[in-house]
């Protein structure tokens, strides 16, 4: 079988389960604090379902 060395997956220290958690923390505020994309035009923060931007372009 030779020299070969069974390789333990390596523990995450304290510091990186810390680091992990803030950042996964950080992500899910950035989901809150982002608006939605409109269905319609594809613009940011006025999704729903009669579009007021392409109201006013239809005038």
């Excluded at 809150?32 to 006025?46: A, M, R, S």
Aim: hydrophobic share 30%; aromatic share 2%.
């Amino acid at each position: 079988m030779g020299n070969q060395e069974i390789t333990v997956p390596k523990r995450k220290t304290m510091g990186e389960c810390i680091i992990e958690a803030k950042l996964e923390a950080i992500k899910r505020q950035l989901e809150l604090l982002t608006p939605p994309l409109c269905g319609c035009c594809g613009l940011v923060g006025h999704e729903s379902e009669e579009c007021p931007t392409r109201n006013l372009w239809d005038d």
